[in-house]
Nanobody
Framework: VQLQASGGGTVQSGGSLNLSCTATGSTFSFNSMSWWRQVPGKEREAVSCITPSGDSTYYTDSVKGRFTISRDNAITTSYLQMDRLKPEDTAVYYC?????????????????WGQGTLVTVSS
């Protein structure tokens, strides 16, 4: 299984970015997908998660109302639309795929990680 994340970059505070993550070699439509972020010296944090059918999502409190997770099972891609970005959102963002039938929570199970994509929000 390979996960290819893209869409990171540098934006000003209040701006938007849309991250995408394309999976190959997996049973994508049966797996939960999640996005995590990490800053140096801190533990990796689950930002958002979406169940296989997309009928249930999880967001960490700090991004609720600003970030939106979605998925397109036809093209095995997950998205994280990030709006009203803040400097504290600056981090390396990782996508991850969970086990078949996986649920979403503040610590979703992970089978595979994608490479990180850097998001920098300037004040």
């Amino acid at each position: 299984v390979q996960l290819q994340a893209s869409g990171g970059g540098t934006v000003q505070s209040g701006g938007s970015l849309n991250l995408s993550c394309t999976a190959t070699g997996s049973t994508f439509s049966f797996n939960s997908m999640s996005w995590w972020r990490q800053v140096p010296g801190k533990e990796r944090e689950a930002v958002s998660c979406i169940t296989p059918s997309g009928d249930s999502t999880y967001y960490t409190d700090s991004v609720k109302g600003r970030f939106t997770i979605s998925r397109d099972n036809a093209i095995t891609t997950s998205y994280l639309q990030m709006d009203r970005l803040k400097p504290e959102d600056t981090a390396v963002y990782y996508c991850a795929i969970g086990p078949t039938g996986g649920l979403c929570s503040d610590r979703p199970d992970i089978d595979y990680w994608g490479q990180g994509t850097l998001v920098t929000v300037s004040s």
